[in-house]
């Protein structure tokens, strides 16, 4: 795990896109980080979670927040470098910030939120819940905004993020895709986190081939899907001057599993 963990990494294609660093393969990156850290917190040998009664248990991404993003900074041979740190939230929640270098520079910082979650019904990607796992010791308990705010959004709390009305009754526009198993879900059989904002970056790719790149992504996930389902992303709501916008991504069904709010300006 110390191995995996290294601050410093030799930047080539696979991480990178037409216009810098790719963020899709950057979540992925900070996602495995988040839970070898947890595990190394945890005093495990690897990354296997287990509830108090045995059973398989996983630190879920439940929210997610980019911001400074400087990513288009990075190019091929660039050294990326990454400090990280983790706090705990709560019983079962765990943060990790990750502020990122490029040759010298700061080009990002990411933070991420973990809760452990098992299947109530074998096999069901909609059973997920809440789960206690075993703990090396008792962790003083850290106060984190992003946390608090994917709790507000989630129990309906908050009407408006960033200037935008967190839900409509009708969307904007709406962009369908069907995943591919075999490159879009996790070997936990879950529809991978990080795939989630590459879905609304193909929607508003579709839509916005010029806008501007992205400083600010925050992601709040509600839910998974079955291997056989087919997604939804909604463009929401945008700002006036076209700089920020808010999007939801659903099941068929209409059941939203994530908001997720973007800005290609920095933003308080």
């Known amino acids: 795990m110390d191995r995996a963990l290294d601050p410093h990494l030799l930047v080539g ?7 810098g ?40 991404i439940c929210a997610t927040s980019l911001c400074e993003a400087r990513l288009e900074c990075v190019r091929a041979n660039s050294i990326l470098t990454i400090r990280s740190e983790l706090s705990t939230v709560s019983r079962t929640q765990i943060a990790t910030s990750h502020d990122l270098f490029a040759e010298g520079s700061k080009i990002g910082r990411v933070e991420l ?35 608090k705010t994917a709790a507000d959004i989630r129990n309906l709390r908050i009407a408006t993020y960033w200037g935008l009305p967190v839900t409509a009754k009708e969307p904007l526009r709406s962009f369908r ?9 996790n070997g936990a059989g879950l529809f991978y986190f990080a795939e989630f904002q590459a879905l609304a970056e193909r929607a508003l790719d579709a839509w916005l081939p010029e806008r501007e790149p992205l400083k600010r992504r925050d992601v709040f996930f509600l839910g998974n899907i079955e291997r056989s389902e087919g997604l939804i ?11 920020v916008f808010n999007g939801q991504i659903r099941r068929q069904s209409g059941d939203v599993i994530a908001k997720l709010f973007m800005s290609s300006k920095e933003l308080p």
């Open 21 to 60: 660093l790719s963020e899709t393969w950057l979540m992925k990156e900070l996602g495995h980080r988040h839970w070898l850290m947890l595990a190394r917190d945890l005093g495990m040998d690897d990354a296997d979670f287990r509830t108090v009664d045995g059973e398989q248990a996983y630190a879920a």
């Open 13 to 19: 294609m696979p991480h990178l896109t037409p216009h």
């Open 233 to 243: 992303f909604d463009l929401v709501a945008a700002s006036d001057n076209g700089d």
């Open 177 to 185: 895709y069907d995943p591919a198993v075999s490159q879009e879900f």
């Open 113 to 147: 939120i973990s809760a452990f979650v098992r299947r109530e019904i074998h096999g069901c990607n909609h059973s997920l819940a809440r789960a206690a796992v075993l703990t090396s010791e008792a962790a003083p308990y850290k106060f984190n905004q992003l946390a």
